[in-house]
């Protein structure tokens, strides 16, 4: 009879215990020492590519169509960075992490089974094996669900504010190298012009030497210049390489492997008023919606802690059999009494974590302003220079050119020459010099503003 009398709990036990097996999750190993690493530090193939260009879905750069049989430009080059580059690849992991917590707040809390045996030590006339069954459930947590959701879907929009403003400082920054290597290297074809130049003029001054036609301070300063020049091509080379291998390094390629690259210099001079750009800067910049996302999750993280200090309630429904033999149906209720704890400390450091990003934003609004304006002061010396050279540039070309006739026919000395001629070739490198300033000022602008120029109207 007492197995009889059992069973019906047994079965019911039996059956929670299956329910609560179904659909759960396998465990499987992934080790890092796999072929799956090697392949990915392997050059990657091009066309698989191709599509995701054409299906980026960013909130600040739009897709772009790649062709590898063209040299790539620097927005086909930025898009392709932020699709390949292995420090992004990681950080798009935080999105999966943030959509799980996300998923898991809104997931109801399953219910307790309590079950409870006890067996009678002393043999009187009409005692039984006493048990219970009961089935808990975390009211309070249902309460509350709502407000979970939101402070991780909160959340889950920070990181995804945040890791799309980490693709745009890549994507901007490969944009900033391939200008940057395109003035390098006419720079470069620049100085080895000169430095080909001075090594002629210093080979005729040695054989004016030895000829005693020109002194020995003369032909060092010959010397001198032919040295500047050298250095200054060495110097670019070097940078050129350094700057090749900064790229390949973002874009996750191996040091040798190499992607032709096409750049023409096409920003257009707005209207540079810092006030404006700010507030478009306001608006646009990820790290700064980033930042309010955050914001509004310790908001709602501070409300959360306010509704705690308010009773926590688990009901409960039971059915249980005495050592008498008499069954009994029940409800239990669970809370607790907020008498001295009362959640006072969540609370507090709720607050004190909303004042520090509060502060925080405040910060990151008064340092991009700051940004903006020395960018913006920066840029208008430059251009004002840039276009002091433009002007003065065409009229010492044209003197280079008389100059040099006249060396030809005997009317001007050649140290007058070589002084207008080195001139002319610094002021030339100078002005590749500040058009590569200007370019880079105006990506950094572009940053500062989270706009590509021409949209920073």
């Not at 465990?27 to 020492?33: D, F, G, K």
């Not at 191709?50 to 927005?75: G, M, W, Y």
């Not at 006030?275 to 790290?287: G, H, I, M, P, Q």
Request: aromatic share 8%; net charge positive; charged share 20%.
């Amino acid at each position: 009879m007492e197995i009889v009398e059992m069973r019906g709990s047994g079965i019911l036990s039996i059956m929670l215990v299956g329910a609560s097996m179904v659909g759960c999750s396998t465990y499987h190993p992934r080790p890092l020492n796999t072929a799956d690493l090697t392949k990915t530090l392997a050059c990657f193939e091009q066309e698989q590519w191709v599509e995701q260009a054409t299906l980026l879905n960013h909130p600040r750069i739009p897709p772009v169509k790649l062709d590898f049989s063209k040299p790539l430009k620097s927005r086909d080059l930025a898009v392709l960075g932020v699709l390949i580059s292995p420090d992004l690849k990681a950080l798009r992991a935080k999105e999966g992490v943030a959509k799980a917590q996300v998923f898991d707040a809104g997931l109801l809390p399953d219910p307790q089974f309590v079950f409870s045996f006890a067996h009678p030590t002393d043999k009187m006339q009409g005692i039984v094996n006493a048990y219970s069954l009961g089935l808990n459930w975390d009211v309070g947590a249902v309460a509350t669900k709502n407000i979970k959701v939101k402070i991780a879907k909160a959340k889950a929009q920070g990181v995804r504010y945040d890791v799309a403003w980490q693709e745009w400082l890549l994507a901007n920054q490969l944009e900033l190298l391939t200008a940057r290597l395109y003035y390098l290297k006419q720079q470069q074809h620049l100085t080895q012009k000169a430095t080909t130049t001075a090594k002629q003029i210093l080979d005729l001054s040695e054989a004016n030497l030895k000829a005693h036609n020109m002194t020995i301070d003369e032909f060092g300063l010959r010397q001198t210049t032919y040295l500047e020049f050298l250095n200054q091509k060495v110097s670019l080379e070097r940078t050129i390489r350094k700057t090749v291998l900064e790229l390949n390094r973002i874009l996750g390629l191996t040091p040798t492997e190499k992607i032709p690259l096409y750049f023409k210099p096409s920003f257009k001079i707005i209207n540079l008023e810092a006030d404006k750009l700010f507030k478009v800067a306001e608006v646009n910049r990820l790290d700064l919606l980033a930042l309010q996302a955050g914001y509004a999750s310790v908001d709602a993280q501070l409300y959360q802690a306010i509704l705690g200090q308010f009773p926590h309630f688990i009901l409960g429904i039971n059915k249980a059999r005495d050592n008498t033999g008499i069954h009994s149906v029940g409800t239990d209720i669970n809370f607790d009494i907020p008498l001295f704890n009362r959640n006072r400390g969540a609370i507090k450091i709720a607050v004190a974590t909303r004042e520090q990003l509060y502060l925080e934003y405040n910060a990151r609004l008064n340092q991009t302003r700051s940004d903006i304006a020395v960018l913006v002061a920066d840029l208008k010396l430059i251009i004002k220079e840039v276009s002091i050279l433009e002007t003065q540039l065409p009229k010492m070309r044209e003197t280079e050119k008389l100059m040099h006739n006249g060396v030809k026919e005997g009317n001007i000395t050649l140290i007058t020459y070589v002084n207008i001629l080195t001139n002319l070739l610094s002021n030339e490198l100078r002005l590749l010099s500040l058009k590569q300033d200007k370019t880079e000022q105006m990506i950094a602008l572009q940053i500062a503003t989270g706009k590509y120029w021409g949209e920073c109207r």
